[in-house]
């Protein structure tokens, strides 16, 4: 694996009445590295939404990243925004005795980079 993109964040989106289908373009290896916003129209704030509660996530580990899908149409204007959420965490344990395999290795600095990459948006 590559981190073959500099971006992190897809939108902001303008829905269509009813749309529920919305791209992202970088890749997430679990649909909760995903932070999406919805500011419906008339709302001052936006309104952070979460995978699995108010919508799903498709094409997890993608290069290109995906789409989310909203279990329910969004009215005309409300307005998406999506942003990656990786947690700054380590959960490989690397042993000093075992067998050596490069995806694992390589997926560890991919998710470091994909953690810089958050640092450099803010």
Do not use: C
């Not at 932070?35 to 129209?41: A, D, E, F, G, N």
């Not at 704030?45 to 290109?64: A, C, K, L, M, W």
């Not at 947690?87 to 600095?109: K, L, V």
Request: aromatic share 16%.
């Amino acid at each position: 694996m590559t981190v073959n993109t500099r971006e992190i964040t897809s939108g902001p989106y303008a829905a269509a009445l009813g749309q529920t289908d919305f791209d992202y373009t970088f890749r997430v290896v679990n649909p909760n590295h995903l932070r999406v916003w919805v500011t419906y129209p008339g709302a001052a704030e936006p309104t952070e939404v979460y995978p699995g509660t108010d919508f799903s996530v498709r094409d997890v580990g993608e290069d290109d990243g995906g789409k989310i899908e909203f279990f329910v149409g969004l009215p005309k204007n409300t307005i998406v925004y999506i942003r990656s959420n990786y947690i700054s965490t380590q959960d490989t344990a690397f042993d000093s005795q075992g067998a050596y395999f490069p995806w694992i290795h390589e997926g560890q600095f991919d998710y470091v980079t994909f953690l810089i990459q958050q640092l450099e948006d803010m």
